[in-house]
């Protein structure tokens, strides 16, 4: 069990600090709201650990609402990750096929901005269509 937690936020964090740079990259925001946005990735990366604090020490509201936020997070995270990649890799083999070629071939593909913006819209709306689809599709009392 100690291996896959281990493993889990290890692999969590790693997300966290792809989206982290891709976000630095696109958007060179200053070192305060870096530093925030770090804390807070930080943060989402123990939620789970602190909903399952929250559990045992009795505080089932704070840890239903870390659990929704959290919990969340994580999807969303993987979501825009998994909308990323692909764009990332694409740019890597342009990126490489200029180098083989010898000729400068960005003007093919999408710069930093694009390529974090992009993404980040791909996530924002399928986490939200999942959103009311899981509410819509929920128990009906």
Do not use: N
């Not at 937690?5 to 692999?11: I, M, N």
């Amino acid at each position: 069990m100690g291996y896959f937690l281990l493993s889990f936020f290890l692999f969590y964090a790693l997300l966290h600090l792809y989206a982290f740079l891709k976000a630095r990259a696109a958007l060179a925001f200053s070192g305060r709201a870096a530093a925030g946005l770090a804390f807070f990735m930080l943060l989402m990366t123990i939620a789970p650990l602190m909903v399952r604090l929250a559990e045992q020490q009795g505080f089932d509201g704070l840890a239903r609402l870390m659990a929704f936020v959290g919990y969340s997070w994580l999807g969303f995270t993987f979501l825009f990750v998994s909308a990323a990649l692909p764009i990332d890799v694409c740019r890597l083999t342009v990126y490489a096929a200029g180098a083989i070629r010898r000729r400068d071939l960005t003007m093919v593909w999408l710069t930093a901005r694009p390529a974090f913006l992009l993404p980040l819209g791909i996530a924002l709306v399928i986490g939200v269509y999942g959103y009311f689809e899981a509410l819509l599709s929920g128990p009906k009392d």
